[in-house]
């Protein structure tokens, strides 16, 4: 999920030059991920799944014929959501790679180095879905695939670098939709731990809040009657498992409104690759809109007289 604040622009990318020479940069270096076919499905499957949970855990709770209890939530979560997410995410790491242009197209991986001459790059071939992440294939002579796949957040940069080679069709990639969305996607920049923090568990807090005081005085009679009764310790338990479960609620309610932005988002990079970057901005304002309004709304609702 991307992220609300004042992000950070994900730097992709350095160009070097000789020193001396007056004339523009001849080499460009990239950070990527570069996935064998097989790895790239699985990687990608991994990922799918941990995002497709969300709205199948909150329908589950939502239309479920008994009262889910807290820590089963918190359980379907950790199940089914963070350790796909983890796997993808180490996979990624896995297949880190540096990938530079320059006389000859470099891609340098752990234990693996990799080079094509641009000349024989016939094709660039870019990926229909952004999973595991936006990426192209290159096509080589004989229409021969390059072994690696290379994904990155934007492959805008490393495209512009290999059409300034002489690459074949690597400029008009630029339009291809899951390019114009990734291009579009990265100028909000990049989500940063602290963004999630706030977003989610600290945001949580008010919601938190409210929901124990009001739990702390239906079961034990006031705010810290559960304290007084037996002690510190089940006291901030109960704290902890209500802002858990508070914060992956929000974590859901969030996958609610991402899940519908983003495919809109990629519909208009494929209708009109031109509009992408206003109908990101648009979905993005609308989805804080909903969440940081919405939450309140909902309890709001929820604790409503009527």
């Known amino acids: 999920m991307r992220g609300d604040s ?12 000789q020193p001396g020479e007056d004339h523009p940069p001849t080499q460009a270096t990239f950070h990527a991920s570069a996935y064998p076919p097989g790895w790239r499905v699985v990687t990608a499957v991994a990922f799918a799944a941990s995002r497709m949970s969300l709205p199948a855990i909150l329908l589950t709770i939502l239309f479920s014929h008994v009262p889910v209890m ?8 950790g199940l089914f959501f963070v350790l796909p997410a983890v796997a993808a995410a180490g996979l990624a790491r896995a297949f880190a790679a540096r990938m530079t242009v320059g006389d000859e197209v470099t891609v340098v991986r752990a234990g693996l180095r990799v080079d094509v001459p641009p000349a024989a790059i016939v094709r660039i071939a870019a990926w229909s879905l952004p999973l595991p992440a936006p990426g192209f294939t290159m096509v080589l002579g004989s229409e021969r695939r390059f072994r ?6 934007d492959p805008a940069p490393v495209l512009r670098a290999l059409a300034a080679r002489g690459v074949a069709d690597a400029a008009v990639v630029l339009d291809h939709p899951t390019v114009a969305y990734a291009r579009a ?7 940063r731990w602290w963004h999630l923090a706030a977003r989610f568990p600290l945001f949580a807090l008010g919601p938190t809040a409210l929901l124990f005081n009001v739990h702390q005085h239906i079961a034990y009679g006031g705010l810290f009657g559960q304290y007084y009764i037996f002690g510190l310790g089940p006291y901030l338990l109960t704290f902890a498992v209500y802002w858990a479960t508070a914060t992956i609620y929000l974590v859901l309610y969030a996958a609610v409104w991402r899940g519908l932005a983003e495919p809109i988002c990629l519909l208009a990079a494929a209708v009109a690759p031109s509009l992408a970057a206003r109908v990101r901005r648009a ?7 909903l969440y940081y309004g919405g939450v309140p709304a909902l309890l709001a609702l929820r604790f409503a007289p009527w």
């Open 185 to 191: 996607r990265a100028a909000h920049g990049r989500w």
């Open 148 to 153: 690696l796949g290379v994904a990155t957040p």
């Open 70 to 77: 807290a820590l089963s939530v918190v359980r379907w979560f």
């Open 283 to 289: 979905a993005e304002l609308a989805i804080r809109v």
């Open 6 to 17: 004042k992000r950070q622009p994900h730097s992709a990318s350095s160009v070097t030059a």
